[in-house]
């Protein structure tokens, strides 16, 4: 299920969401001019998130808790990670502010990476990407909109369209309209299975997926956003 877009009615403009978009499609570009080069596997590795490294030399290793949050493994991560960041964090911006929001998508995506330091099955692989703090933004967006409409595009075989159907709008094409509640709730459900399953069968390096930082992150987020919220200003959505 891909997200493309949501029925929130912005008051501001998201200058915080799009400096983070930008920042990771910048890194990228250097990332992708490096290529496979010994210089782009060092970059990699200074600026990656290794769970080893930092129960090693915590305070060294600090400030990878968020650079690693602007690195990507691909063309295909990024563009996964942005259309995710570029859907709901615009509506969280607009309810926490900019300095609250930055300071709060910060966090939860060092939060994230503690999370997956304390259960990876490879302390030693750098992590990077933004879907941890991604997860953070998407636990804020489920207590301050659950009943916010989402559009994702569905393929026909994920999951039974009948079932789908019963939850959203009339659909068009593979498009379809689902409350935020249904689309994050099936969102986190998946994360959770994934990351437990690999845990519980115990197979170390099964999955290149950082599954405990999403977890992490959207339980931060669901549980933390309310001391960054501004509380002058209500949520609208249509």
Not at 98 to 115: I, T
Not at 132 to 150: D, F, K, N, S
Not at 181 to 190: A, D, K, Q
């Amino acid at each position: 299920m891909l997200p493309l877009r949501d029925a929130h009615l912005r008051r501001s403009l998201p200058w915080i969401t799009w400096a983070l978009a930008a920042a990771c499609v910048l890194v990228y570009v250097h990332q992708a001019r490096l290529g496979n080069s010994l210089q782009g596997f060092v970059f990699t590795v200074r600026y990656g998130f290794i769970a080893e490294r930092f129960f090693a030399h915590p305070v060294a290793a600090a400030p990878t808790l968020v650079t690693n949050l602007f690195l990507h493994g691909s063309l295909i991560h990024l563009v996964g990670n942005l259309l995710f960041l570029l859907v709901f964090a615009d509506a969280v911006e607009d309810r926490l502010g900019a300095g609250r929001f930055a300071l709060f998508y910060l966090l939860g995506g060092a939060l994230s990476n503690l999370a997956y330091a304390l259960l990876t099955d490879a302390p030693r692989v750098p992590l990077i990407g933004a879907s941890g703090a991604i997860g953070t933004v998407m636990g804020a967006y489920l207590v301050l909109y659950p009943r916010l409409r989402v559009q994702a595009f569905i393929p026909p075989f994920l999951l039974p369209w009948l079932v789908l159907s019963l939850f959203a709008r009339v659909p068009r094409f593979f498009l379809l309209w689902f409350p935020a509640w249904l689309f994050i709730g099936y969102w986190f459900l998946v994360q959770l299975v994934e990351a437990t399953t690999h845990v519980a069968l115990l197979q170390p390096g099964a999955s290149s997926v950082a599954w405990w930082a999403h977890v992490g992150g959207f339980a931060f987020g669901v549980v933390a956003v309310g001391a960054f919220l501004r509380r002058s200003k209500a949520p609208r959505w249509r």
